[in-house]
């Protein structure tokens, strides 16, 4: 059996999407969390009538907080307008955007991330509530975009209890916990838990009041048995010398994670969400694990190429097999494109591309070298290859100009990079289903009604879902997902979409 979490250390599933966050704070006596739209006490309304009056009236007050609009891409840089919601309902759209989507695709990846990031006007109910904020904060987390959130977070200028229980397991896991603790420390609205207090009283170098506090939390039935050995063990770690290690917890929140990894006793990420791999791209993790973490948050879109390229060249594999051969694939090709060898990138190039489409790395790789790929003379498989490469990349239209096509299947794919296909035969299945979308687009009516209302967020939401079915078989759902992306405007996202979709293994 694993560690039982008390409510001290337990997550608190109704107060987020996220069901392994910290329990570290409370609200203070008297404060605050999120700023609450005005009281009912506050306003005189008479009583109406439930007949012909609507049951839901949004209401707003003029010139209060709208923590829901804070974002760190303005339209200019993200590409998408003010009125991102329009007349969307903030409880909808906040379940839109928490619900679960499991092998998504690279582009509609960013464009997810484009989406949580964006300035955008709260929508006309928010009402200052903050709720579409954290479904956007617990989205990143999701993600395992650690960075994202807490610089979203950071932005809001604000210190409140469901903001900073976020803050300070981001913090947990990216080593930066001991300005965590100063905030935490500081801030009056925050009340930390026995174990937060503790850790960070301990983090101060203050271990007889972390001591004291332990026996305090004791004292008031506070903690349970397996929480006080946990805990005990963390500030007197010799005391524990020889003795059998803890049971790991089946769910441990970043608190408990950190507080094993304190005593020794730390425990894989590989089982546990994506954001836990963050914690493994410190230097107190060897080469291997932060490789691995490195291509998890790669595949989940949480981490750029150029850091998964740092991480892969840090050094020379000192073994074989798995994860080490592909390290020396990746800097066998490494080495030869660099050296703007033709001869020596047809030997490297197919062992490295394998190997990447083994770890569903491959659009990270396209991105760090399709445009070397297209200027280099290659022949041959090589070329095609190299095509087919480039076609993942930012490069698609230009790598689409420069190939001369020889078969069906290149042709439908060059004419897909233009986004012109009249006259092009669709060469398989999927091929048949996203052609549609690029000669006769037709949304369905259920994003025609969104856009109705200015609801765009939702409606990028709705392609993504739709475009994820197809991935999954409903290929009508290609189709129309694709169709929308191009009604409103997201040509870029539509094509590069499309040609993942071909040439990704994702179906299934």
């Given at each position: 059996?694993?560690?039982?979490?008390?409510?001290?250390?337990?997550?608190?599933?109704?107060?987020?999407?996220?069901?392994?966050?910290?329990?570290?704070?409370?609200?203070?006596?008297?404060?605050?969390?999120?700023?609450?739209?005005?009281?009912?006490?506050?306003?005189?309304?008479?009583?109406?009538?439930?007949?012909a009056?609507?049951?839901?009236?949004?209401v707003?007050?003029?010139?209060?907080?709208?923590?829901?609009?804070?974002?760190?891409?303005?339209?200019?840089?993200?590409?998408?307008?003010?009125?991102?919601?329009?007349?969307?309902?903030?409880?909808?759209?906040?379940?839109?955007?928490?619900?679960?989507?499991?092998?998504?695709?690279?582009?509609?990846?960013?464009?997810?991330?484009?989406?949580?990031?964006?300035?955008?006007?709260?929508?006309?109910?928010?009402?200052?509530?903050?709720?579409?904020?954290?479904?956007?904060?617990?989205r990143?987390?999701?993600?395992?975009?650690?960075?994202?959130?807490?610089?979203?977070i950071e932005?809001?200028?604000?210190?409140?209890?469901d903001?900073?229980?976020?803050?300070?397991?981001?913090?947990?896991?990216?080593?930066?916990?001991?300005?965590?603790?100063?905030?935490?420390?500081?801030?009056?609205?925050?009340?930390?838990?026995?174990?937060?207090?503790?850790?960070?009283?301990?983090?101060?170098?203050?271990?007889?009041?972390?001591?004291?506090?332990?026996?305090?939390?004791?004292?008031?039935?506070?903690?349970?048995?397996?929480?006080?050995?946990?805990?005990?063990?963390?500030?007197?770690?010799?005391?524990?010398?020889?003795?059998?290690?803890?049971?790991?917890?089946?769910?441990?929140?970043?608190?408990?994670?950190?507080?094993?990894?304190?005593?020794?006793?730390?425990?894989?990420?590989?089982?546990?969400?994506?954001?836990?791999?963050?914690?493994?791209?410190?230097?107190?993790a060897?080469?291997?694990?932060?490789?691995?973490?490195?291509?998890?948050?790669?595949?989940?879109?949480?981490l750029?190429?150029?850091?998964?390229?740092?991480?892969?060249?840090?050094?020379?594999?000192?073994?074989?097999?798995?994860?080490?051969?592909?390290?020396?694939?990746?800097?066998?090709?490494?080495?030869?494109l660099?050296?703007?060898?033709?001869?020596?990138?047809?030997?490297t190039?197919?062992?490295?591309?394998?190997?990447?489409?083994?770890?569903?790395?491959?659009?990270?790789?396209?991105?760090?070298?399709?445009?070397?790929?297209?200027?280099?003379?290659?022949?041959?498989?090589?070329?095609?290859?190299?095509?087919?490469?480039?076609?993942?990349?930012?490069?698609?239209?230009?790598?689409?100009?420069?190939?001369?096509?020889?078969?069906?299947?290149?042709?439908?794919?060059?004419?897909?990079?233009?986004?012109q296909?009249?006259?092009i035969?669709?060469?398989?299945?999927?091929?048949?289903?996203?052609?549609?979308?690029?000669?006769?687009?037709?949304?369905?009516?259920?994003?025609e009604?969104?856009?109705?209302?200015?609801?765009?967020?939702?409606?990028?939401?709705?392609?993504?879902?739709?475009?994820?079915?197809?991935?999954?078989?409903?290929?009508?759902g290609?189709s129309e997902?694709?169709?929308?992306?191009?009604?409103i405007?997201?040509?870029d996202?539509?094509?590069?979409?499309?040609l993942?979709?071909?040439?990704?293994?994702?179906r299934?």
């Amino acid at each position: 059996m694993g560690l039982s979490l008390s409510p001290a250390l337990a997550q608190d599933a109704p107060m987020s999407a996220i069901d392994w966050l910290s329990q570290s704070v409370t609200a203070a006596p008297q404060a605050a969390s999120l700023p609450a739209g005005p009281s009912p006490d506050a306003v005189e309304e008479p009583e109406v009538t439930t007949g012909a009056v609507p049951a839901d009236v949004a209401v707003t007050v003029l010139g209060a907080p709208a923590p829901d609009a804070v974002g760190l891409l303005s339209s200019d840089r993200s590409g998408l307008p003010r009125n991102l919601w329009g007349l969307g309902a903030t409880e909808e759209i906040a379940a839109a955007i928490s619900a679960d989507r499991a092998d998504i695709l690279p582009t509609l990846q960013s464009l997810m991330v484009t989406l949580l990031l964006a300035e955008a006007e709260a929508p006309p109910d928010a009402g200052g509530r903050g709720i579409l904020l954290l479904a956007r904060i617990d989205r990143l987390l999701a993600m395992g975009a650690l960075d994202q959130a807490a610089a979203l977070i950071e932005a809001t200028n604000s210190v409140t209890v469901d903001l900073f229980r976020r803050q300070f397991d981001v913090a947990l896991l990216t080593g930066t916990e001991d300005r965590a603790c100063e905030t935490m420390r500081t801030a009056p609205n925050l009340a930390p838990t026995f174990p937060a207090r503790i850790f960070c009283l301990a983090r101060a170098g203050d271990w007889t009041a972390a001591a004291l506090t332990l026996r305090t939390a004791q004292a008031l039935g506070q903690i349970d048995r397996q929480e006080e050995e946990l805990l005990s063990r963390f500030l007197d770690p010799e005391a524990y010398d020889g003795e059998a290690p803890l049971l790991p917890p089946s769910r441990p929140t970043p608190l408990i994670w950190r507080l094993y990894d304190a005593i020794g006793e730390t425990l894989p990420t590989t089982s546990l969400p994506v954001a836990f791999a963050n914690a493994e791209l410190t230097d107190r993790a060897g080469w291997k694990a932060q490789i691995e973490a490195a291509e998890r948050l790669t595949r989940a879109g949480a981490l750029t190429p150029n850091t998964l390229l740092g991480v892969y060249t840090e050094r020379l594999p000192a073994a074989s097999g798995g994860v080490w051969d592909r390290v020396e694939a990746f800097q066998r090709f490494d080495t030869a494109l660099r050296a703007a060898d033709p001869g020596a990138v047809a030997r490297t190039l197919p062992d490295a591309w394998a190997r990447m489409e083994e770890a569903e790395l491959e659009t990270a790789f396209a991105g760090l070298f399709a445009e070397d790929l297209i200027r280099l003379p290659l022949t041959g498989e090589t070329a095609a290859l190299a095509f087919r490469i480039a076609l993942l990349s930012p490069h698609y239209e230009r790598a689409a100009n420069t190939h001369k096509p020889s078969d069906l299947t290149e042709t439908f794919l060059a004419g897909l990079a233009r986004g012109q296909l009249q006259g092009i035969t669709p060469p398989d299945s999927m091929a048949r289903a996203i052609a549609p979308a690029f000669l006769r687009p037709a949304p369905p009516p259920e994003a025609e009604a969104l856009l109705a209302e200015s609801r765009l967020g939702e409606t990028i939401l709705l392609a993504i879902d739709r475009i994820g079915n197809g991935v999954r078989g409903d290929l009508r759902g290609v189709s129309e997902g694709l169709s929308i992306l191009r009604h409103i405007g997201l040509e870029d996202a539509a094509r590069r979409t499309a040609l993942e979709l071909l040439l990704l293994e994702r179906r299934g």
